[in-house]
């Protein structure tokens, strides 16, 4: 089976811009999650989308939005940039099988000057 | 909330075993894991125990869990100079299963 992409890879975006970020999950995963990774603030939950419905959120404001397609595909936004919203975004698909694991794909580096 | 620690960085030889060591404060924690990331890449999943379990082997790989401590830890037998890399401990809950709570990653240097 084909892992989790994400694309774009890289991304430079100016100050007050607003971002997309794409994922395509494991074939048969219905969960996808996102992170951010920075190095200040370390890895840090944003949201997970199960069936197209938003299940978990993470402590992030309102800017950061997303959602999910009848094909499991997910898509993030970031809306009014600002310099710390650069980081590694990080997307992960769940099976929701018998196991609770999470594999994640190679990232989106998001850099806002 | 929930809270996991780890040590910053570890310097092994190669050839020597290297043990990674995790903290964790949320008593409900169900799964624990441990990935791996290398520079510019995402995270791999190395290997995960269920809360009930005190002991996982895969291949190079032990996980020891005391829950009793909240304590988790990961030996890799053998170390090798492609095993250098930052190593995460995770963590999920009962009712947040996709959330995982990490640590703050463990920079392991294998040395020749």
């Known amino acids: 089976k084909a892992g989790v992409t994400q694309t774009p890879r890289y991304l430079i975006k100016t100050r007050g811009q607003q971002v997309t970020l794409s994922c395509s999950p494991i074939?048969?995963?219905?969960?996808v999650s996102w992170y951010q990774q920075t190095p200040g603030q370390g890895l840090q939950f944003l949201f997970e989308?199960?069936?197209?419905?938003?299940?978990n959120k993470g402590n992030f404001p309102g800017r950061f939005s997303g959602r999910q397609f009848s094909n499991s595909r997910s898509e993030m936004n970031v809306s009014t940039l600002e310099l710390g919203d650069s980081a590694l975004y990080l997307c992960?698909?769940?099976?929701?099988?018998?196991?609770?694991?999470?594999?994640f794909g190679p990232g989106t580096r998001l850099l806002v000057l | 909330g929930e809270d996991v620690e780890q040590s910053l960085f570890l310097s092994v030889r190669e050839g020597d075993s290297s043990v990674i060591n995790c903290t964790y404060t949320?008593?409900?924690?169900?799964?624990l894991y441990w990935y791996k990331q290398e520079p510019g890449a995402g995270l791999q999943l190395l290997t995960y125990?269920?809360?009930?379990?005190d002991m996982k082997q895969d291949q190079r790989l032990t996980v020891l869990l005391n829950k009793k401590d909240k304590h988790l830890s990961l030996r890799i037998a053998d170390t090798q100079t492609g095993d250098s890399a930052i190593y995460f401990c995770?963590?999920?809950?009962?009712?947040?299963?996709?959330?995982?709570?990490f640590g703050t990653g463990t920079r392991l240097q294998v040395t020749l």
């Open positions: 995770a963590e999920t809950s009962t009712g947040t299963a996709s959330k995982l709570t």
């Open positions: 949320d008593s409900s924690s169900t799964y």
């Open positions: 992960a698909s769940n099976d929701r099988g018998t196991q609770e694991t999470q594999y």
């Open positions: 074939s048969g995963h219905r969960s």
């Open positions: 125990i269920f809360s009930n379990m």
């Open positions: 989308y199960f069936s197209e419905t938003q299940r």
